[in-house]
């Protein structure tokens, strides 16, 4: 029994010798590679986006201008319809009979004047006499005007070109100026505005962004504008803002902006919904990928190599973010690199291998796609 545990003994210290033996063999890991970027600047357009409503250029609410009930509809919902055509037809038996009434009572009037005036130039009769039966007269014609004027009222026409909207009425229903419903709605779309509102701060950064003396000036030197539609493609036509409010809300604090797109095809219509895209150019703009940056307690970070391939986190300071890049205001010089891959991997301190985003050959597509640097122009959406 002592022998087999003295054997045994033995074999532990030989089993133990050896993986010490091999641990000590066994080679340091060296520093690992990750995918760098060579800070440079240029120039990047960035997309602001705001949610629209969209107007025709006219929405004209129909109302009858007097009661009775609509014998006839002339025109159908989507129809398209021109300044002057017959949209409605009311019933005008009531005051038909009414202007029979007030032209009787011209008539009348007429009579006792003609009557009269022979006597008063006879001496007959005094001139008060006369001018009384005039009056009268002149007070008949003017009922029989505004009787006939109804007459016509109930022959609705539209005022303008445009679109008709939905026909809550159909024939037989009654009709009256009071009534909280129009009969319909005339949208004018050859042009379509779109309404969007700005914050405060978006206010702020608008101004300062375009040149001008006045919000007037600073429209004009706004560049064209694009419309997204509710499918997500953009809108052929470009558009511009053209107003903007003189107050800020004193309840939402927005300004509210409107920009105006030609609607020649009938592509757009009033009382849908779409997003503005104002393009705003950064010349000389430091970018970085979004993936480069991390957060560490409330502030942006990124990882710089230094001369002898260690790292250090620093802090930058962004102004959009959006689509695949931060545009960094603070934080960065030109020639820096940055590591733009794989920084959850890293500590202050440590050494890499860099390898530049566009040589590196086994880099994903998706990555290579993010990190490589643009020479050129850069787009970037912001919402």
Do not use: H, W
């Not at 008949?140 to 005022?159: Q, W």
């Not at 503005?276 to 480069?292: F, G, H, T």
């Not at 710089?304 to 960065?332: F, H, P, Q, R, W």
């Amino acid at each position: 029994m002592k022998k087999t545990t003295f054997l045994g003994a033995i074999g532990a210290l030989l089993i133990v010798a050896a993986c010490g033996k091999k641990a000590e063999q066994a080679p340091a890991m060296g520093p690992m590679p990750f995918v760098v970027q060579t800070i440079a600047k240029q120039d990047a357009v960035i997309y602001d986006e705001y949610t629209a409503n969209l107007e025709g250029e006219q929405n004209v609410e129909i109302r009858p201008k007097v009661s009775g009930y609509i014998q006839e509809v002339y025109v159908d919902e989507g129809q398209q319809v021109r300044k002057g055509q017959i949209l409605f037809k009311l019933e005008t038996q009531v005051q038909n009979q009414d202007a029979a009434a007030a032209k009787a009572n011209v008539n009348a009037a007429q009579v006792e004047v003609d009557r009269l005036k022979p006597l008063v130039d006879r001496k007959i009769i005094s001139v008060v006499q006369l001018e009384t039966a005039k009056a009268k007269l002149a007070q008949a014609k003017a009922s029989y005007s505004g009787v006939a004027a109804n007459i016509n009222f109930g022959t609705i026409t539209s005022p303008v070109d445009g679109v008709i909207g939905t026909l809550p009425f159909k024939a037989g229903s009654l009709a009256s100026p009071t009534m909280e419903m129009p009969l319909t709605t005339v949208a004018d779309t050859r042009v379509v505005r779109a309404y969007f509102s700005m914050n405060e701060k978006q206010m702020l950064n608008f101004t300062r962004l375009f040149k001008g003396a006045t919000l007037q000036e600073k429209l004009k030197n706004t560049p064209p504008v694009s419309l997204i539609l509710v499918d997500g493609s953009e809108y052929e036509i470009k558009g511009k803002i053209t107003t903007v409010s003189g107050l800020v809300n004193a309840a939402t604090g927005n300004s509210q902006f409107r920009a105006d797109f030609k609607n020649p095809e009938a592509v757009l219509r009033s009382g849908s919904k779409g997003s503005v895209r104002l393009p705003i150019e950064y010349k000389d703009a430091i970018l970085v990928p979004q993936n480069a940056v991390f957060d560490q307690q409330g502030k942006q970070m990124i990882y710089v190599v230094a001369k002898d391939n260690t790292v250090k986190a620093k802090v930058i300071t962004t102004t959009t973010t959006s689509g695949l890049n931060y545009v960094v205001t603070e934080g960065l010089e030109v020639g820096d690199v940055v590591v733009v891959e794989g920084a959850s991997k890293l500590k202050d301190g440590m050494q890499i291998v860099p390898q530049d985003a566009g040589k590196k050959e086994d880099v994903p597509a998706t990555a290579a796609a993010t990190t490589t640097t643009v020479t050129e122009k850069t787009t970037v959406t912001k919402k």
